[in-house]
């Protein structure tokens, strides 16, 4: 149980365009989705709070107008890149937590999406 | 955000070997939690931790919640080639953090066979 499916896998495009990434929780339902940058060898690095129904929450330094978020449904979440740099290039992972409200239940994971900007 | 100190930063073991590997933090956390992530995945959960002093075992890895709820730590015995990977512990105090998790900076491991 508790399955995230993140898509796409991997994206190649060229600066400026836009890339929306979908996390879905597939056998549970998730209130609260996060979304993660990692660097190479680092550790994950949280960008923004998705919470279905409501804004999204964004870390400080984190552009909210370029990095879009919508949590329209409690199975799914997606974030877009808009005008894409080479500097956005890395690996973003996003998380599903079961249940709504406060809780310290474990987050659940996608597999990340190498996002690769030419 | 707060990031958990964790050591070893890498490892490099004999297959067969046992590892120990911590997580530490500056504040009190509720609820502790290992990951293991595989080289372009995402982390998988490995075993979590929601009561100080607790001692939780999954197969070969156990973990345990420090009592002082600042640490927590993850041993592994007698290491395979699969158990290469990264390894991050994370902590949360909800509502305080939201339903936040802090991650650790984590520990490479490479099991030589």
């Known amino acids: 149980g508790a399955v995230v499916s993140q898509h796409p896998s991997r994206v190649i495009c060229k600066s400026g365009t836009s890339v929306k990434i979908e996390c879905r929780s597939l056998d549970f339902q998730a209130t609260t989705m996060f979304w993660y940058r990692q660097f190479p060898k680092k550790s994950l690095m949280l960008m923004a709070t998705s919470n279905e129904g409501s804004k999204a929450t964004y870390e400080q330094g984190v552009e909210k107008d370029k990095f879009l978020i919508n949590h329209a449904s409690l199975t799914l979440s997606t974030r877009t890149v808009t005008s894409a740099h080479p500097e956005d290039s890395s690996f973003y992972i996003c998380s599903a937590m079961v249940g709504t409200g406060y809780s310290n239940q474990p987050q659940h994971f996608g597999d990340g999406t190498r996002l690769s900007i030419l | 955000g707060q990031q958990l100190n964790q050591s070893p930063q890498s490892m490099f073991i004999q297959e067969g070997e046992d590892v120990s590997m911590n997580c530490t933090s500056s504040s009190i956390f509720n609820t502790w939690l290992w990951y293991k992530q595989d080289p372009g995945e995402g982390p998988v959960l490995l075993i979590a931790?929601?009561?100080?002093?607790e001692l939780t075992s999954n197969g070969r890895l156990t973990a345990q919640f420090g009592i002082t709820r600042k640490d927590s730590f993850l041993n592994i015995s007698a290491s395979i080639p699969s158990d290469v990977g990264i390894y991050f512990c994370a902590g949360s105090v909800p509502p305080n953090t939201g339903n936040q998790f802090y991650f650790g900076t984590g520990t490479s491991l490479t099991v030589i066979p």
């Open positions: 931790l929601y009561k100080a002093g």
